[in-house]
């Protein structure tokens, strides 16, 4: 076996790449070191276990979701904090969304750099500058992440095949209010997701006050 310089950048970079292919269950340090042509214990001087790996995996993520200092692609440091709000959680979504397991890998993870803190610290400014106290903005923020990480998780979940919808309406017409809701309940993900963080955001105006935008 070829002998690889490696570091955690390459470690991380590899992992991803490979997420995509095997998924986080096939996702072992024993693939990653044969894809970089290593012997496994090589992994071992960079992360001391799986989970160190995950966390770096997901810092890469997120790096590449934000631009640099702050902020997400598309919306302005000056916009409104319901729009910065919005447009975090929708390149969120879409991140974790083009990697395969990716709720998995980045649910819960522990950051291991502070390049999230820029995008953080501009959310929070928008909302105190609303009149929002820096505590509840946070809790604010972190509820809306809860609902994107859970709405993508369940959205992964499903697998890549369609649900029929028609079939679980026949096999619940006993309960027709809740073989009618088929449709909402597995169906059109973009229009659910854009629905529920609308009303997400509605409840984080009206709990601390704030006006909407425009």
């Known amino acids: 076996m070829a002998t690889t310089r490696i570091d955690r950048a390459l470690v991380a970079e590899t992992a991803l790449r490979l997420l995509n292919e095997v998924g986080l269950d096939g996702l072992t340090l024993r693939a990653i070191a044969k894809e970089l042509q290593v012997q496994a214990p090589a992994l071992y001087w960079h992360f001391k276990n ?29 916009a409104p904090w319901q729009e910065q709000l919005a447009g975090f959680n929708r390149a969120l979504r879409a ?54 990480m859970g709405f993508v998780a369940e959205e992964q979940g499903m697998g890549p095949e369609p649900f029929d919808v028609s ?32 009303v997400v955001i509605a409840g984080i105006e009206t709990v601390y006050g704030s006006p909407a935008a425009g």
């Open 50 to 78: 799986k989970q160190e790996l995950l966390d770096e995996m997901a810092t890469v993520m997120q790096r590449r979701m934000t631009l640099p200092g702050g902020g997400v692609p598309g919306v302005s440091p000056d």
């Open 95 to 148: 991140m974790v969304l083009s990697y395969r397991d990716g709720a998995k890998v980045y649910g819960g993870a522990r950051f291991t750099g502070t390049d999230h803190a820029g995008s953080l610290e501009q959310l929070l400014g928008a909302m105190r500058a609303a009149g929002i106290s820096p505590y509840d903005a946070a809790l604010a923020g972190t509820t809306a992440y809860a609902y994107t």
């Open 167 to 198: 079939a679980r309406a026949e096999r619940l017409s006993e309960y027709p209010l809740a073989a009618a809701a088929g449709p909402a309940l597995f169906e059109g993900y973009e229009e659910r997701f854009e629905a529920g963080l609308r």
